[in-house]
């Protein structure tokens, strides 16, 4: 099988790329832990295609590490308007993609899926659309991985450095939105248009660092009293 060939298992029809490992078993029904990438797990350098410039951001990993334990699958959801625009193509992503998950798996923790977008209103016409249902702040990869993974929506967390990232979870009917001041998430706009999601059955909050947040936190016994919305000063 070439190399081009493996990619068109994840593209499909949609264009939307979807790849999942499963490699722990997870009980159907649980919630998942929905992360951005950029910005989330390695650092925002803008439009990532190239594994030399990959940084991982460490302070995701203990989350990452608690769901791992706890049986509760870990999905990358992120935008990748740099195909759609032409700036590096699938095969680009593969590779980061490939290296990014070793170097997690070094550091003793999963990803269970990914799904990426490329679609955008400035795209290549291949992949130009005004607003595309998969792609953040709409749920479509979201309510893709719930399909496909039997996972409840309602149990489940987005982890995300824009507005957008929180948008999705509140629009996918999510438990609740955690944004991380790292990547765009330390504008400040972007903190208040977050905190601003929070709804009485969707739960927000806004961390300078994921050192804040612990997993038990999210899916754990500590649950949503101990999460508060707040603002750090910059």
Known sequence: MSYDSKLDLFVGNNNIWSQIFMKTQKSTG???????????????VGYLHEVNKIS?????????????????PVIIITNQSG?????YSWGDFYKVQNTMLKILEDAGV???????????????????????????????MLKMAAELMKIDLSKSWVIGDRSTDILAGLNANCKGGVHVQTGHGG?????????????????????????????????GKKRMGTIHHRIHPH
Do not use: M, W
């Not at 195909?83 to 700036?87: D, K, M, S, V």
């Open 110 to 140: 999963t990803i269970d899926a990914v799904f990426a977008c490329p679609h955008h209103k400035e795209a290549i016409a291949r992949f130009r659309h005004a607003d595309h249902p998969f792609r953040k702040p709409n749920p479509g």
């Open 187 to 219: 504008n400040n706009d972007e903190i208040q248009a977050s905190l601003q999601i929070r709804k009485p059955n969707y739960y927000v909050t806004s961390v300078t660092s994921l050192n804040e947040i612990t997993g038990d936190q999210l899916f």
């Open 56 to 72: 991982l951001i460490p302070e995701i990993n203990p989350i990452i590490k608690f769901a791992n334990l706890s049986s509760i």
């Open 83 to 87: 195909i759609g625009r032409g700036y």
């Open 30 to 44: 649980n919630g998942a832990l929905f992360l951005d990438r950029d910005g989330v797990i390695v650092e925002e």
